[in-house]
């Protein structure tokens, strides 16, 4: 079973289910820690009433990011310059390079 926050989720996973199924078996397959999850079937649901935990651990696998943060910034407006810059600095601490 498997709760979401918002029935958009849900509708988009119901006409993935046989990809989520595909993904638990390769996640079983290469981690040796979630060998239990083995699902003959998913029941997706969206509830506005079940207290969602937020969890701040880190997740497996974990992806190296792939932009570069090379780009120009054109944009006249201060404000969304700024955001542009904002955004290659959280571009390059995620390769690890100084900003």
Request: proline share 6%; hydrophobic share 35%; charged share 35%.
């Amino acid at each position: 079973m498997v709760g979401l926050r918002h029935p958009g989720y849900k509708m988009e996973l119901n006409y993935n289910q046989e990809l989520l199924k595909s993904l638990l078996s390769t996640l079983r397959e290469h981690r040796p820690e979630c060998a239990f999850m083995e699902a003959e079937s998913i029941v997706l649901f969206a509830s506005k009433y079940h207290p969602f935990i937020e969890k701040t651990s880190e997740t497996v696998p974990h992806y190296k990011e792939l932009a570069l943060g090379k780009f120009d910034v054109l944009p006249s407006d201060e404000r969304l310059r700024d955001r542009f810059e904002s955004i290659r600095r959280l571009i390059r601490r995620n390769r690890g390079e100084p900003e």
